[in-house]
Structure formats: C-alpha cells, structure tokens
C-alpha cells in the first residue's frame, strides 16, 4: 500500500513539474532555454529522474528540444507535409486549365504488383482507371490508377467523377500521405501516340501509393511529357 502510495506521488509530481514547464515555455521564441534540471529539482524538492521524465514528455511532444552539450530549449515548430493534391489542384496551381479523357475504366484481377501495392491479393477485384490528362488542351501525362473495389462499391456503375480525388473525400477515403516515386525513361509508342511525342522522348514516370490513414486506397503510375511538366517538391533541414 505505501508503495503504491509512493508512486502515485512521483506520477503526480511528474505531472506537476512538466504543466509547470509546459506554462513557462508556451508562447516562448524558438531556441528560448527551458528551466534547467537543477532549478526545477530544488523548486519541486523531487528527484532528478522525476524532472527528467517530465522533460522528456515535453521533447517528445515536440515543444521542447535537447541540444547536445548547451541544454534544452523551446523548440522549432515542426514542420507539416504539404496536402496531397489531385492533378486537376496542381494544374490550377500553376494557372493551367486541367482537362482528363477516359481511355479505360474497367474492373479486372489485381496482379503480383498492383496486389502488394494495395494490400489485396493477386486475382482480388480492383478498378483500373486510366486517363490521358491535358493542360490547356495540350497533352501532359496518362494515368493508370487502381482501386480497391472493396472500398469503393458502385464506382464504374455511378459514372467516372472530374476528379478522383474528390471522389475518394466523398467517402471519407481521400489520400492523406503517399510514397511517390519518379524515374526518368523513354515513351514506348502507345505513350508517345498519346501524348503527341515520338517514341524514345524522354518522359517522367511517377508512381503513387495514396492512403488514408493506414489503408491504401489508391495506386498509380503517371507518364508524364518531360518538356511540359516540372516535379517542385518541398524539402527542409534543421538550421
């Protein structure tokens, strides 16, 4: 009993060191120095391992940060990873009028590749959609896009959406994070018919997984015109 007493006490007191922290540092410029160890230890009259779990609460939590040999300070708001955008939300970023002609929307048998990509097993049901995408009524990219026919029931039957992605929000399903890929190659003569290219052109290949949350709800892979179109990602690093 007097055990458990004692350490619901330290739960208490670690509770109460790191508000207290929480109080003085919210509100704080980036790179302000936190309470030191020894401060707080003597204002809480608590051990110093009590101190340094409450600390470690705040760092984990992303307020505070520890800076090898200087101490702890108020950390850098961290940074967010841009909204995935649909094509016809890129296109309109960049000022150009997005427009999409279905090739192919058709149900077929998942295989090796599309399954492990989707998390299904080869031979499941899945929609292949695929679309030649202009910018201002120039050719840009062909997507083949596949999705889980499981989540999305009465897709081919409801008539294809402008937008995919829209589609996907509709039933709460839109893509929150992806793992994209890009290669460089060459368009093989269907490619280069459609996009108005000669075969060997250089294009840009770029691959999605798109999920929401933890489940995968659409793979696809982009051909895109090299000379139409510029990838900008965003990148960052610590100063």
């Known amino acids: ?13 670690h509770v109460q060191v790191r508000e ?10 980036p790179g302000s120095p936190a309470p030191s160890e020894r401060e707080l230890v003597h204002r809480f009259g608590v051990a110093r ?29 961290r940074r967010t990873a841009s909204r995935l955008t649909s094509y016809t939300e890129e296109m309109s970023r960049r000022g150009l009028l997005a427009e999409s002609q279905t090739l192919l929307a058709r149900r077929e048998q998942a295989g090796p590749g599309v399954a492990r990509a989707l998390n299904v097993s080869e031979g499941d049901a899945v929609i292949h959609w695929r679309r030649l995408r202009r910018a201002d009524g120039q050719p840009m990219c062909i997507e083949d896009a596949y999705l889980n026919e499981v989540l999305i029931p ?25 793992e994209d890929s890009v290669n460089a190659d060459v368009a093989n003569a269907e490619e280069a018919e459609s996009l108005e290219i000669e075969a060997g052109t250089p294009v840009l290949r770029h691959s999605r997984r798109g999920l ?6 659409e793979v696809s892979r982009t051909v ?16």
Not at 212 to 217: D, Y
């Open 20 to 29: 207290y922290v929480r109080t003085l540092v919210t509100g704080a410029a």
């Open 224 to 239: 895109y015109r090299a000379d139409r179109f510029t990838m900008w990602l965003q990148v960052g690093s610590e100063p």
């Open 49 to 77: 391992m009590t101190v340094r779990q409450a600390m470690d609460a705040l760092v984990v939590e992303g307020l505070l940060e520890r800076i090898p040999g200087r101490g702890t300070f108020v950390a850098r708001p």
């Open 212 to 217: 929401a949350g933890e489940k995968v709800v």
């Open 1 to 13: 009993m007097d055990e458990l007493l004692v350490t619901e006490g330290r739960a208490l007191k």
């Open 154 to 178: 009465g897709f081919l039957q409801s008539g294809m959406p402008m937008s995919l992605y829209d589609a996907l929000e509709s039933r709460g399903l839109r893509p929150t994070w992806a």
